[in-house]
């Protein structure tokens, strides 16, 4: 079955630095990464999603990028401010698993003022 | 729409005890997941359905855990009996499966606790 494996478990940048989050994948059917955000006693919440059939996508200060080669894809924070200090999961779905997400085990961003 | 609902919010009690947690998904959605988070495991998928058929329950850690979807608006995730390390935080989340990517959204979860 799929395995996402995710680095690093966890980051410290000061705040206006770039946050780059790591995720790797096994199963090269694998087709929908989504990006999870989870503020402490909070539920994860979406906040960016890339297909297999796309190899980067921007919103505002967020962008994640695919290579389906290499069954990596990464999330980039710029221009980082002391509210996204938060936990970050990545996740995969294969093609016919009908939504079933496998998760990384989450990487835990502190952005320092 | 108020988004995916559980009860209760927390849940403390003592081993041995039976608990049930409880979710309503988004109005329309057709998949259902629960899930559970620890420090040391992560988030933890533990059963999904769609069209409140389970689909896959192998997540489900013994056969102390059982869920069920009467119909589509309503599920449980019962433990009996319950013990110490059966304390997590319990989300479900739903989905509207169509095409690639399904965007799950979470409920609030249920932070159990079991003494």
């Known amino acids: 079955g799929e395995n996402v494996e995710q680095h690093p478990s966890t980051l410290s940048v000061q705040e206006g630095d770039s946050a780059v989050i790591k995720c790797t994948y096994s199963?090269?059917?694998?087709?929908?990464f989504p990006w999870y955000k989870q503020e402490l006693g909070k539920r994860p919440q979406l906040i960016i999603d890339?297909?297999?059939?796309?190899g980067e996508k921007k919103d505002q200060r967020i962008a994640v990028t695919l290579n389906k080669t290499a069954k990596h894809f990464s999330l980039h924070i710029t221009e980082t401010q002391p509210e996204d200090s938060a936990v970050y999961f990545c996740?995969?779905?294969?093609?016919?698993?009908?939504?079933?997400?496998?998760f990384g085990k989450g990487t835990k961003l502190s952005v320092k003022p | 729409d108020a988004g995916v609902i559980q009860s209760p919010r927390h849940e403390v009690t003592e081993m041995g005890q039976e608990v049930t947690l409880r979710c309503k998904p988004i109005?329309?959605?057709?998949?259902l997941f629960w899930y559970r988070q620890t420090m040391m495991r992560g988030l933890e998928l533990l059963i999904y359905?769609?069209?409140?058929?389970?689909?896959?329950d192998s997540g489900m850690p013994e056969d102390r855990f059982s869920a069920k979807m009467p119909n589509a608006s309503f599920s449980t995730l019962k433990i009996q009996p319950s013990e110490p390390r059966d304390s997590a935080v319990y989300f479900c989340?739903?989905?509207?499966?169509?095409?690639?990517?399904?965007?799950?959204?979470f409920g609030p979860g249920t932070r159990l606790t079991v003494l």
């Open positions: 996740a995969a779905s294969r093609r016919g698993s009908q939504g079933n997400l496998i």
């Open positions: 359905f769609n069209n409140n058929v389970p689909i896959d």
């Open positions: 890339i297909r297999s059939n796309v």
């Open positions: 199963d090269s059917a694998s087709n929908y």
């Open positions: 109005s329309g959605h057709n998949s």
């Open positions: 989340a739903s989905s509207l499966r169509q095409g690639i990517g399904n965007t799950q959204y």
